[in-house]
């Protein structure tokens, strides 16, 4: 494969000064655009064999582009302390760029799997679910307005050969990268890449080759490559704004470089639904990707029947029992944790539920035998500036505890199918997918010993209409009632449909549901703790 990659095209001197100027003023223009309309971030992974100069050409980058706007996230070293202790995607989800932004990552997402499988240490097996997992991600980002360029620099053996014999003779120290792309590995490093190339460049996030023996010629085309996505991506999300398509300064290079970037590598996702108080979507024209969106299966019946509608909820807990129980499942929860096998585990709590459910008071009895420094609890409401300015999971990603801690949601990741499905805050196509991602977030999660537990504490139309009101006689509990609180409850039936649906399509066998009667508050708070000592009791 990549034949024309083993050409050499060198670019002379006189070349290079003709073209570096309008190439460099055309990605700067591009670069500015991204960040006046902030539309999209841009993420470039960088990857390729030794000796090819991936380092040069990213410093060329900051020399041409603004880089106030511009970030460098590195992962070649070993795993930090707090990396190692987390899910391995992580770190990658932490230093996503925000709109606006562009992050070069080198050492990214396919570095662990190209390295153990050609080291012999992944099967053919593992390395196919890898890339399938590698897939979903970049399609995830490419759906949430994240552009996602890949480069790979290549060499042929003797160039590689030559360069690391030279560099290893200055004297001035200088880091060759990990084992696995050495000279020794580089055939089947070569072999491994075209494999996964093949797999994972699609319309939404492409591979492309840049030969890398003349200097020169690598960093034009290098540069090149990323204006002319920049320019397709706003040209398709802007349709409406011309100029945004438009780069002033381009000039024509040389053939080999005007054909770096085929036309359908650049194919995009259409932007997410503006919620209320955002700029507006773009106008038609803008591509869709609903019939090619991946969606899991739902269920039809003739009649409309819910897992909500099946929740028992004449379940009580006497007064005289509820203490003994409280304390005894407490002490329970208390010792698993104290165990030495949870010191590899992460824990994640998910509480979902009606209104006025009594999630407050549950989590307060989960928590009250824990040691403070082990957990932390995270209440979920709209999403701010910089949430909004990145891929909907990011903020709930960056929250995942490390291993041997527990994060507690009041309110989750499930927001997008419940209160934004029902309230309209983003588009059918948004809610639909988002089921898939969740299972795959989840997945992950669980992929790397963080145990999901996720909870729906569910009451009756006529409790909740009870507990709103002595809310609002309550002096100290007033502020628990606001109108918003209200006009959620004249959209119950909607509610409960999409509760159904997200239960239906979301409880997997890694991290099902747990559908808890919180009509009697004591029989709920007695219920979760049970529920999550019995969850941790399955993976200790």
Known sequence: MFQSARLSAPLSGSDYDRLEPAGRTALLSAQRQVIGTGAMSVVVVVAGVDGAGKNDAIARLHEWMDVRYLACNAYEEEETDVERARPAMWRYWRDLPARGETSVVVGSWYNEPLRRF??????????????????????????ENVLLLKVWFSLRPKEQKDRLKALKKKARARRILAEWTDLEHSGEAQKAFERAALATSTAAAPWIVIPSEDPRSRDIAFGRCLEMAISRRLALLLPAHPEAASVPGTVPLAHAMSEAVPPEA?????????????????????????????????????????????IDLSARLPKARYKGELEHWQAELAHL??????????????????????????????????????????????????????????????????????????????????????????????????????????????????LVVKLW????????????????????????????????????????????????????????????????????????????????????
Not at 121 to 132: V, W
Not at 284 to 307: L, N, Q, R, Y
Not at 475 to 491: A, M, Q, S, V
Request: overall charge positive; some cysteine.
């Open 266 to 310: 650049t194919a995009d996702a259409a932007p997410r639904d503006a919620t209320p108080g955002d700029a507006a979507p773009a106008e038609s024209g803008t591509p869709a990707f609903d019939a090619a969106a991946p969606v899991v299966p739902t269920v039809a019946h003739v009649k409309p029947v819910s897992a909500i509608d099946a």
């Open 118 to 143: 050609v080291l012999g240490e992944l099967d053919e097996a593992g390395f196919e679910r890898a890339l399938a997992r590698i897939n979903r991600f970049e399609e995830m980002l490419a759906r």
């Open 457 to 540: 504490l569910a009451i009756s139309k006529e409790e909740q209409l009870a507990r709103f009101k002595a809310r609002e006689e309550t002096p100290y509990k007033r502020f628990k009632i606001t109108d918003e609180d209200w006009r959620n409850r004249l959209k119950w039936d909607a509610y409960a449909r999409a509760a159904g649906d997200m239960i239906d399509r979301t409880s997997t066998e890694e991290a099902p549901w747990a559908l808890i009667s919180s009509e009697d508050k004591r029989h709920a708070r007695v219920a979760v703790l049970k529920h999550v000592v019995s969850r941790l009791k399955s993976v200790l």
């Open 337 to 450: 944790v104290d165990k030495r096998a949870f010191r590899d585990l992460g824990l994640v709590i998910a509480f979902e539920g009606n209104d006025a459910a009594g999630k407050g008071g549950a989590i307060r009895r989960l928590i009250r035998p824990l040691d403070p420094r082990s957990y932390r609890v995270h209440r979920i409401s709209a999403p701010g500036r910089e949430e909004k300015a990145r891929p909907y999971l990011w903020r709930f990603w960056t929250r995942v505890p490390r291993h041997g801690h527990i994060a507690v949601f009041d309110r989750s990741w499930y927001g997008r199918v419940l209160v934004e499905r029902v309230e309209g805050f983003c588009s059918r196509e948004d809610w639909m997918r988002a089921y898939g991602e969740i299972n795959a977030f989840e997945s992950e999660l669980a992929n790397d010993n963080v």
